[in-house]
């Protein structure tokens, strides 16, 4: 507090293209912000934080396509993440 001024509350904004960073903002207690629900379902789960607009802010879906050569397809790794994935994602078919 300055002398005779008061609170001085400057204007402040955070942008990010880090989708990690601005999921650690957020509950870290620095505002709001979008972010993949993927990231967040073990945090809303716990109450921790709060889903804003859940039913009013409705984005489109986005397909999805995994492309891998012929010689790889047999790699476990791979074959490891096309099997999470496929768990974790909704089947829209």
Same mark, same amino acid.
């Given at each position: ?6 609170? &001085? ?9 880090? %989708?990690?960073?601005?999921? /650690? #903002?957020? $509950? ?21 934080? &709060? ?9 489109? %879906?986005?397909?999805?396509? /995994? #492309?891998? $050569? ?24």
């Amino acid at each position: 507090m300055f002398k005779g001024i008061g609170e &001085v509350a400057p204007p402040t904004s955070v942008q990010t293209e880090n %989708s990690k960073v601005v999921r /650690a #903002l957020v $509950l870290g207690g620095m505002g709001g912000g979008a972010v993949f629900r993927l990231m967040v379902v073990a945090d809303l789960a716990a109450g921790q934080p &709060v889903e804003l607009f859940s039913r009013q802010l409705v984005t489109a %879906s986005l397909d999805i396509t /995994a #492309l891998y $050569l012929t010689r790889i397809s047999s790699l476990r790794r791979l074959s490891v993440f096309l099997d999470w994935l496929s768990e974790v994602l909704p089947d829209e078919a």
